[in-house]
């Protein structure tokens, strides 16, 4: 009988040294927004607007990462994405998202386009909220991303503007934690925001204009 005590003793005390292993440091992700189904869609063809997308403007109050992990016995483990470069990765990730979805997409540049490919459409964000929580206790962790950005598109044939904010959320629950399932997680989220977006936004001509509710 004692030497079962003195066993599930250790092995507790096991499974709390386990739980603080890593507590304290940064794991990076590069994070993605696949689309559902590649290829051309509604108003992408040859003809669809040249689209330049800036870096989104970071405008959340914390900007040193984009969430923690709190473990069972009480340690920390940080998430952040990019290297911590948001602005630019959201950037990337919105041109990957709209040239997998067959548009014509590019990061803006200080250098003027060639004459031959002149920007039609200005695309940038505001970063109001990117936060992954994931709260570890006995047996399982529940992961909440939260996400919420202001787009706005210059057109630069009539000098128009459209701007929406948008949102959106998930949570997850894992027996097994693994700093990927926050990626995971982050990039469905993200793209469930991009797939929002471009439900909201059609072509019409080689500028973007906002999809009446009626038409979606």
């Known amino acids: 009988m004692k030497q079962r005590t003195s066993f599930l003793i250790s092995l507790v005390g096991l499974l709390v040294f386990s739980g603080c292993q890593g507590t304290g440091k940064m794991v990076n992700f590069d994070l993605e927004a696949i689309p559902n189904s590649l290829g051309q869609q509604e108003g992408a063809q040859d003809n669809s607007p040249d689209i330049a997308v800036e870096p989104f403007q970071d405008d959340r ?3 040193s990462r984009i969430g923690t992990r709190t473990h069972v016995s009480g340690g920390v483990t940080y998430f952040n994405a990019w290297n ?19 548009w014509n997409a590019h990061i803006k ?4 386009p060639p004459a031959e490919k002149k920007t039609d459409v200005i695309l940038s964000g505001k970063i109001l909220a990117l936060k992954a929580l994931a709260k570890s206790r006995f047996g399982s962790t529940k992961i909440d991303v939260r996400v919420k950005i202001g ?8 000098g128009s503007t459209v701007r929406m904010v948008l949102g959106s959320n998930g ?10 399932d926050v990626r995971k997680l982050t990039s ?10 471009f439900k909201d936004l059609k072509v019409q001509g080689r500028t973007f204009r906002l999809r009446s509710p009626s038409a979606s």
């Not at 706005?152 to 009539?158: I, V, W």
């Not at 949570?171 to 990927?180: A, G, H, L």
């Not at 469905?188 to 977006?197: D, M, Y």
């Open 109 to 112: 540049t200080s250098e003027s």
């Open 151 to 158: 787009f706005e598109a210059k057109n630069e044939m009539d």
């Open 188 to 197: 469905e989220v993200l793209k469930e925001l991009f797939g929002q977006l």
């Open 61 to 63: 109050l914390d900007q």
């Open 84 to 102: 911590g470069s948001i602005g630019e990765g959201m950037a990337h990730l919105t041109v990957d998202y709209l040239r997998q979805k067959g």
């Open 171 to 180: 949570t997850d629950t894992v027996v097994s934690f693994d700093p990927q």
